[in-house]
Structures are given as structure tokens and as C-alpha cells.
């Protein structure tokens, strides 16, 4: 019972650690596009703006 009991917590904790992980990556993934997105609007204002001086 003991060893099934631990078994399922270790089960359990890479679950968890994997979840986790892959939650992370998924936000870095987010932010780094967004920040790309941010980057080329900023750029292709400032190209608009200076094409038409």
C-alpha cells in the first residue's frame, strides 16, 4: 500500500512539474510574440510616418 502510495505521488509530481513547465514555455512563447508584434507595429508606424515627410 505504502509503495502504491508513492507511486502515484511521484505520478502525481511529474504531472504537476511537467504542467507547470510546459505553462511556462507557453507564456514565454506568448510574450516573445507579442513583444515581435509590438516591434513591427512600432516600425511600420515610424516607416509610414517618415514616407510621408
Do not use: C, P
Not at 513583444?35 to 510616418?49: D, G, N, Q, S, Y
Amino acid at each position: 500500500m505504502d509503495k502504491k502510495t508513492a507511486g502515484y505521488r511521484a505520478f502525481a509530481t511529474r504531472i504537476v512539474t511537467r504542467g507547470a513547465f510546459t505553462a511556462e514555455q507557453t507564456h514565454l512563447r506568448v510574450r516573445h510574440t507579442v513583444e515581435r508584434a509590438l516591434l513591427v507595429t512600432v516600425v511600420a508606424i515610424a516607416f509610414f510616418l517618415f514616407a510621408h515627410h
